[in-house]
């Protein structure tokens, strides 16, 4: 039941969102291939509209400098336009001391993201911040004690991605970052496999996530694509993957040219304000839903008329270009009806209280209310011919209403 409700919602909000294209190379070693983690990626694009094509070389603990000089990494860099290569460091190196990795790290990353631009100045360069051996580095332990525990080591990586990214104008995706919190937060879920290295399917599905937002810049809550796991272990990958990335963008996307669309929204009457909040962009093209169109930064626009609009804004620079949609609903409550209608059964709402009416003298007989993650809200009992209140914050709901017969109908409103 909870899946069939998920995947009915994930159809309900489709329509919010843009699907997306884009061409990735990786460049790495086994942290890559285990589980082949670009295919996971690319069926967890796939679930959501979107479009990965891909290409990878990725031999068994290949460091910067081998694919710096290897003729299959050169010439896959120079096949076609990527938008982004993806460069992935053996496990260990960049978690050495600092001196140490500004010998035998910096300078080959800076090779591999001169050949990328020569290719084409607009591909965006992404480090692969990687994550900590499960008990630190057993066999570096004694040379440099700071990567003797897993704590250590991943502080060093984190600092060695980072400093990368900043040095090379890049951008990174927290891998990394994201593992350390799922450590934290869910220390039974194992990320490794026995040699407390390399991922265990878990690992490299929180990896895939993890990338999802940091190239397609969507939250991963929303794909129904759990490749083997468990509804519960992916959800919690999948929520945390969401924090590290979405919540803190602007921390792993500090540098670079790669587009990043958003704007939030305000309403007081029927003038919607929106405040772009996109980065990296030169350009901005808004559609508000009404055949009126705008290339203002942060623009506000009177509706002549109540009702819920689409509202799109595609950023740009000369490089990248991205969309992000978002309903505006003028009036109250909106409801966006589907191929099941809801025969007999009204909603409206006022200044966040929402009114469920049953017209029918007996069809239905209780309505669930859920979030957009499948979340329970409320179980409202309906009365015949009645009118039931509940207060809801703003957001997107689903109510499942459910009739003497058992049978149930699906639809989602939004309250402003």
Same mark, same amino acid.
Not at 22 to 41: A, I
Not at 87 to 115: C, G, H, I, R
Not at 201 to 209: D, F, H, I, K, P
Not at 325 to 331: E, L, P, W
């Given at each position: 039941?909870?899946?069939?409700?998920?995947?009915?919602?994930? +159809?309900?909000?489709?329509?919010?969102?843009?699907?997306?294209?884009?061409?990735?190379?990786?460049? $790495?070693?086994?942290?890559?291939?285990?589980?082949?983690?670009?295919? +996971?990626?690319?069926?967890?694009?796939? @679930?959501? $509209?979107?479009?990965?094509?891909?290409?990878?070389?990725?031999?068994?603990?290949?460091?910067?400098?081998?694919? !710096?000089?290897?003729?299959?990494?050169?010439?896959?860099?120079?096949?076609?336009?990527?938008?982004?290569?993806?460069?992935?460091?053996? @496990?260990?190196?960049?978690?050495?001391? %600092?001196?140490?990795?500004?010998?035998?790290?910096?300078?080959?990353?800076?090779?591999?993201?001169?050949?990328?631009?020569?290719?084409?100045?607009?591909?965006?360069?992404?480090?692969?911040?990687?994550?900590?051996?499960?008990?630190?580095?057993?066999?570096?332990?004694?040379? *440099? %004690? %700071?990567?003797?525990?897993?704590?250590?080591?991943?502080?060093?990586?984190?600092?060695?991605?980072?400093?990368?990214?900043?040095?090379?104008?890049?951008?990174?995706?927290?891998?990394?970052?994201?593992?350390?919190?799922?450590?934290?937060?869910?220390?039974?879920?194992?990320?490794?496999?026995?040699?407390?290295?390399?991922?265990?399917?878990?690992?490299?599905?929180?990896?895939?996530?993890?990338?999802?937002?940091?190239?397609?810049?969507?939250?991963? +809550?929303?794909?129904?694509?759990?490749?083997?796991? @468990?509804?519960?272990?992916?959800?919690?990958?999948?929520?945390?993957?969401?924090?590290?990335?979405?919540? !803190?963008?602007?921390?792993?996307? +500090?540098?670079?040219?790669? &587009?990043?669309?958003?704007?939030?929204?305000?309403?007081?009457?029927?003038?919607? &304000?929106?405040?772009?909040?996109?980065?990296?962009? &030169?350009?901005?093209?808004? &559609?508000?839903?009404?055949?009126?169109?705008?290339?203002?930064? @942060?623009?506000?626009?009177?509706?002549?008329?109540?009702?819920?609009?689409?509202?799109?804004?595609?950023?740009?620079?000369?490089?990248?270009?991205?969309?992000?949609?978002? !309903?505006?609903?003028?009036?109250?409550?909106?409801?966006?009806?589907?191929?099941?209608?809801?025969?007999?059964?009204?909603?409206?709402?006022?200044?966040?209280?929402?009114?469920?009416?049953?017209?029918?003298?007996?069809? *239905?007989?209780?309505?669930?209310?859920?979030?957009?993650?499948?979340?329970?809200?409320?179980?409202?009992?309906?009365?015949?011919?009645?009118?039931?209140?509940?207060?809801?914050? %703003?957001?997107?709901?689903?109510?499942?209403?459910?009739?003497?017969?058992?049978?149930?109908?699906?639809?989602?409103?939004?309250?402003?």
């Amino acid at each position: 039941m909870k899946k069939q409700l998920l995947i009915a919602i994930a +159809m309900l909000i489709a329509t919010n969102i843009h699907a997306t294209t884009r061409k990735v190379l990786f460049l $790495g070693n086994s942290y890559v291939y285990t589980n082949d983690l670009p295919l +996971m990626l690319q069926q967890m694009a796939t @679930s959501m $509209g979107d479009t990965l094509i891909y290409d990878q070389n990725t031999p068994g603990g290949f460091t910067f400098e081998q694919h !710096s000089t290897d003729a299959t990494s050169i010439n896959k860099i120079f096949s076609q336009q990527w938008d982004i290569v993806i460069l992935q460091e053996q @496990s260990q190196k960049p978690a050495f001391s %600092p001196a140490q990795v500004a010998d035998e790290t910096y300078p080959f990353a800076k090779k591999l993201d001169s050949m990328i631009r020569k290719n084409r100045p607009c591909t965006e360069t992404m480090f692969f911040m990687t994550w900590g051996r499960k008990n630190g580095d057993a066999s570096n332990c004694a040379s *440099y %004690p %700071p990567i003797c525990t897993y704590a250590g080591m991943q502080i060093r990586l984190r600092d060695s991605y980072m400093q990368m990214t900043q040095d090379n104008n890049a951008i990174v995706s927290p891998v990394g970052a994201a593992w350390k919190q799922m450590r934290d937060s869910f220390p039974s879920l194992d990320l490794y496999v026995p040699d407390e290295s390399h991922p265990s399917v878990s690992g490299t599905y929180l990896a895939a996530c993890v990338f999802y937002a940091s190239i397609f810049h969507k939250n991963p +809550m929303q794909t129904t694509f759990n490749s083997t796991l @468990s509804a519960t272990d992916a959800n919690n990958i999948k929520r945390i993957s969401k924090r590290v990335v979405l919540d !803190s963008f602007s921390k792993w996307n +500090m540098y670079g040219n790669y &587009t990043y669309a958003n704007f939030t929204k305000s309403v007081a009457g029927k003038t919607a &304000t929106f405040t772009n909040t996109s980065l990296y962009n &030169t350009n901005n093209y808004w &559609t508000f839903g009404n055949g009126i169109t705008s290339t203002v930064a @942060s623009p506000a626009h009177t509706y002549a008329t109540n009702g819920k609009y689409q509202v799109t804004l595609t950023a740009s620079n000369g490089c990248f270009s991205e969309t992000r949609k978002d !309903s505006v609903t003028i009036g109250g409550v909106n409801v966006e009806t589907t191929a099941m209608q809801m025969p007999e059964l009204s909603i409206g709402s006022e200044h966040g209280i929402v009114r469920f009416t049953n017209k029918s003298a007996s069809a *239905y007989i209780s309505l669930m209310i859920y979030d957009i993650n499948g979340r329970s809200i409320a179980t409202i009992e309906l009365n015949p011919n009645t009118t039931t209140e509940k207060t809801l914050v %703003p957001g997107i709901y689903v109510y499942q209403a459910k009739t003497k017969d058992g049978v149930i109908y699906t639809n989602k409103f939004s309250v402003q």
